[in-house]
C-alpha cells in the first residue's frame, strides 16, 4: 500500500510555483496578485483566508484580504467584485464562502470576471469545464488530480467512483475525469446519499473519490482490493484523550480501508494541502493569461 503525501506534494508545486513566480518578477517587474473577499467573522473562513494569503506571500506573489462588515448590503458587496474585476493588480478574486444569508451567493459569484474566477465557481467556467474547454478547475478536485498524476496512477479506462455531489468537489471531479484527456479518460460513476445500496457501486470502483462529508463511512467492506481511495473528508469527531476534545478525521475508515488499497489519501496531510496548493496554481495561471507573459 502507497500512502499518497498531499503535504509533500503540495510543497513541490508551491516551490515549483516560487521559482516561476521568481522568473516572471525579473523578466516582466510584475508579480500574480490574489484578493480574498471575506464577509463577516465566521472563524473556520478566517482561518481559510489567512493560510490562503500567507501561502501566496511565501511563494512571493501579492495577497491582500479585503475584510467586509456582515451587514454589508448585497449592492455594496457586487460593487467591490468589480472594483477588483477592473483592478490590474490583481489576477485572481476569490469571495470566500458561505457568504451571509441575506446575499445572494450566486450573484455573487456571477459577478467575478471569468479570467480571474481562480475558484472555478463562475457558470461559465463550470459550463466550459463540462465541454472541456479552457477553465479554472476547483481547487481540490484539481488537487485530486494533481495527485493522481504525480503518483503516476492510471486513469484511462479506469472506473472512478465519486461518492457526493456537491458543486465544489463532486460534480466538477466527475466531469473533469471523464474528459477524453491527459489524466483523465476515465468511466465514471456519481453515487450519493439517495443510492439505495452504495456499495453495489464503490465495490466496482478502481479509483474511489469520498467526498461525502461523513466521518469514517466508506468500510473495508464496501471496496475491493486494489483500489487507490482519495478522502476528501474533513470531519471532526470528539475524542477526549485530544487536548482540543475532538480530531479530523476523513469519510473514509482509513485503518481497515487501508489494508485493501493499493494508494490511499490520509486524513489530514492528504487532499487538504493541495487544495490551496492548487489555488496558487491557477492564480499564477490568471495572471499568465491577463498579463500575456
Ligand atoms: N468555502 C469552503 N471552501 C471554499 C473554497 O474552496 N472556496 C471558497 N471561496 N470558499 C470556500
Partial sequence: MVLIDGKAIAEDIRRELKEKVDSVRKQHAKVPGLVTIIVGDNPASRLYVNMKSKACNEIGMMSKIEELSADISEEELLQKVKQYNNNTEYHGILVQLPLPKHINEDRVIESISVSKDVDGFHPVNTGNLMIGKDTFYPCTPYGIKELLKRYDIETKGKHVVVVGRSNIVGKPIANMMLQKKEGANSVVTVCHSAANNLSVY?????????????ANFITEDMVKDGVVVIDVGINRIEDPATKSGYRVVGDV????????????????????????AMLLVNTFEAFTKIEKV
Wanted: hydrophobic share 45%.
Fill in 253 to 276: 475508515d482509513f485503518e481497515n480501508v487501508a489494508k485493501k488499497a493499493s494508494y490511499i489519501t490520509p486524513v489530514p496531510k492528504g487532499v487538504g494541502p493541495m487544495t490551496i
Fill in 202 to 214: 464503490t465495490k466496482q470502483a478502481d479509483i474511489l473519490i469520498a467526498a461525502i462529508g461523513k
